[in-house]
Structure formats: structure tokens, C-alpha cells
């Protein structure tokens, strides 16, 4: 039949594979990350003929997690292409970590022939029910004609709402139909005139919650703004700005919130983190949820009087937090008219105000103290020797400044405390979900999505190991990527067991905790022509940093850690 009306039309033939990719340029999509195979390997030429960079993996784990962040970092879908089968189920942890940090993102997987389901096909699997639990939307193209509607769907509901991921399934069977050039363009441009306009559209926000808003503020007495990656997702750093420093009030950001505003800022609370959350009397959240980061809103880390004006994208959210107040809108636009509406009618709590004064001294007391503790040389390394020297490092490249990638759970929690952002979106890290393995994915995706900055990844040495592989990824593209692992050899830092604990048949086995101590890292890129270094030493660091921050090439910085400096679980040792 497709012969035929290439042969009335005079056009030339298009495959599904072709008018996939046709759609996703189409759709704006310029990047995509995955590992190709049967069916779609040639979806992913197709797709680089068409002028979409393809960054590909050795993991669909690590490429979902590129995905998902890519989604973040840009504010377009992240796009994750693999195989069908077990493809599919491994890429569902990027998707996964999406829904969980809202970021937007579409898996797009190949699938078995639709004559063959339930028979056995190679890698059968029922993808749309597997996806099911991550995916706010799903679409099977079951024939060559839904394609271009099926992915501007995915596309559009990926950021619709609060974002999320989706998912596209694409039977073997469809990739191999074929229709006309014209009939390819025809289906196309139906579908761009079918897309749901409102689908995109950013809610309506009701004046007379900002209003609200704006007088409880006004009244607070104790008032402190809280922001998340839901803010920085919707770029409302300049909004913030002006309403921070308009009334005077502190803030306090989230760990992937941090740099919206400079932690330098004089208002930014993060170093008396306690005592703003325990005597606030009014918080104004944007973009962050209280879940167990924020302590869930509830005492005894929060005042039981406290009044929360909650900004969301969604109301669900809004709901299930039940706050004195909730505003359902996207963070840059509610931010703005809060603003515009205090400056119709401005207060300012002032420098001198007791509130204002208060979190001032005990930031000022508690970097001191932290800073007494950086200044201690230590060897073997701490966590704290190498993390200052890694800070000085970063803060000495200026503007655009590094990503930063931290995952692990000492190397993260003493990262979060030491560690300086200065600008939004240039920390990426575990995330909500808590998620251990994003590191070499996350670099990868920071490094795509801003050519122009350093990515610099801060790994424990187990966070490292789920994605080490994803090096060779790095020197095959040439990215400007530093990994700095903190290798202490294990799980929070080898064998930790009380003698009474080292029984049973299995005893001389390593601990559950152990890795080989150490592991050679800086060796694994070398063997892919990136470059290596061992770090035992300040001079050393200071060496390697210098030169690896200079070259912006693929590297490794394997950094020496005693095995007994840090706790187990990091900060989380009563949830284990």
C-alpha cells in the first residue's frame, strides 16, 4: 500500500524510524541520550541525521539519570532512548528519579512486534504497564500514522503541570512501515495543529492569595523564605532576588536550591539552618515540598506555630501539605507578583532587626567554627582537609561557575556543608529520592547542556562505582568533566564491624561495606585516554585540581580518605 502511494505521489519513502526522528526535531528536541540496539539503533542515526546530538551510553541506568537532569538543567525534556525489554526496565530508573524530583523527561523505547505479543517475542515485555508507576503519561504508536502525535504528546505532558516523565512505546513492527515524504510532513504538521495548547499553559495565579500572602509576610514578626529546585527549575532566581532584598527577609535554600541566590548573600540563612526553621514564625516555600528534607513541616525541627505559605505548580501538593495558605502557580511568576505587590506598599525588616540579627550571629558563630575545623591540615585526609581545598578550587574559577555533582553519603553531607554555590542550577545531587548512581550521568548531562561551564563531580567512592564505567563516555566526547573520588575505601568506609559481629562461616569474607583497598580509580580513564591522578596529600590535590581545573579534559582524581573518618549512613545513621 506504501508502494503504491510513493508511486502516485512521486515522493520518497520515510520509515518509522525516520518520521520519529522528523517529529522529535520537530518538537525541539536537539539532544538525546541512550544505548541503541534492536529496534532503534537505526531511530538514533536517523535522529543524528536530523541534527540531534545522540550521547551514547554503556548504561541505560546512567543515561535515564542524563535525562532526567538534562530536563532539569534546561527546562526541555530530557529525551532516554533504549532497546525493548529488559532496555526498557533498566532505563525506568531515570524515569523513576524524574517523577520523584519532578523534572521533565521522556523514555522512548523500542518494543516487540505487535503480531508476535504474547507468544515469547525477542524481549517481550508489557512496557506500558511496566512504565506504569513512573510515567504520568504513556503512548504506543500502533501504527506508522500516530507517530508525530504520539511524541508531541510525551513531549508536551512532560512539562505540563508539575513536570515529570512519560513514556513512548514503539513496536518493531511500526518502525519498519513505511509512508510518503509528503504524507510524513502531512502527518506532522496535523499533529502540530493538534497539539493541547493548554496542556502547556502555566496556571492562572488568584490575586487575592498573593495579597494573603503579602500580609501574613507583612505581620510575621520571624518571617524566612525557603526555596527549592522547583524554583530553580522555573529560573525564579531574579524574582528572589528583589523580594529578599526588598524586605529584608532571610532565606534558606534547599541542598539543589542552593546558588538561586549566592550562599554568600548576606541574608542566606543555610549556616543557621536550626535556629531559622525552629523560630520562624512565618515560612514562604517556593518550590520545594515539605517531605522529609524539609522535616515535613512539623515539629520538633519546626515551630508548632509556624505559617506556611506554600507555592506550587500543583495543587495536589498544596493539598496533601494542608498549609495556612497555598498558592498554585509557577515560581517565577508568583514570585514576581509578590514583589510587585509589596513594592506597591514596601516594608523592609532592616539589618538591625532582632530576626535579621539573630540568624546573622549564628551564621557568623557557626562558620566560624566550621571554618576553625577547615583550617586543620589533616593527613591521612578527613573529609574536611580535602573538601576546603576542592571549595577554594571551584570558587577560584569565577564566573560561569562549575557544576557541581556530588553523590555519596559522607562525601555529599560534608559537601553540602562546605561547598560554595554562588549560581543558580550548578548543584546536582542524591535529589529527593536519595538516589545513589547519578554521578557520572549527571556530569555528562550538566556538561552537554552547558558546554560552557566546568562540571566538577564530588564522589564517594561507592557512589562512583554504580556509573564508573560511564568514564570512557567522557573521553569519547571529549567533555569538560573533573571527578574527584573520595575513596575510603567502602561503604561509608570499609570494614566497621565490632569483633563479636565477624562470625559465621563466611567471616574471612570482606565486609559488606569493603571495597579493595586502594582501588586504583585515577587508572580506569587512563586506560581510555583521559587523566589520572592519586591524591594523598594537600600538594598534591592542590596539583591535580590546578591542572585537571586548567585543561578542562576527562578526569579522574583518586584522593585518599582515612577509612575510619566518616559515619555510617552520613547523616541519616537512625534510618539505618
Partial sequence: MADADQERSGSPEVDGNTLVAMSLARAGVDRMFGVVGIPVTSLANRAVALGVRFIAFHNEQSAGYAASAYGYLTGRPGVLLTVSGPGCVHGLAGLSNAAANAWPMVLISGSSDQSFIGRGDFQELDQIAAVKPFSKFSAKATDISRIPASVFSVIDWAVAGR??????????????????????????????????????????INYSEIQKAVELLRKAQRPLIVFGKGAAYARAENGLRKLVESTGIPFLPTPMGKGLLSDTHELAATAARSLAIGKCDVALVVGARLNWLMHFGEPPKWSKDVKFILVDVCKEEIDLRKPSLGIVGDAKDVVEKLHKEIKDDPFCLGKTHPWVEAIKNKVKENVAKMEVQLAKEVVPFNFLTPMKIIRDAILGVGSPAPILVSEGANTMDVGRSVLVQTEPRTRLDAGTWGTMGVGLGYCIAAAVASPDRLVVAVEGDSGFGFSAMEVETLARYQLPVVVIVFNNGGVYGGDRRNPDEITGPYKKDPAPTSFVPGAAYHVLIEAFGGKGYLAGTPDELKSALAESFSARKPTVINVTIDPYAGAESGRLQHKN
Fill in 163 to 204: 513536570p515529570g516523565g512519560t513514556y513512548l512505546d514503539l513496536p518493531s513492527d511500526v518502525l519498519h512501515q513505511t509512508v510518503s515524504e509528503s504524507e510524513a510532513e502531512r502527518l506532522i504538521i496535523q499533529a502540530e495543529n493538534g497539539r493541547n495548547k493548554e496542556l502547556i499553559e502555566k496556571p492562572r
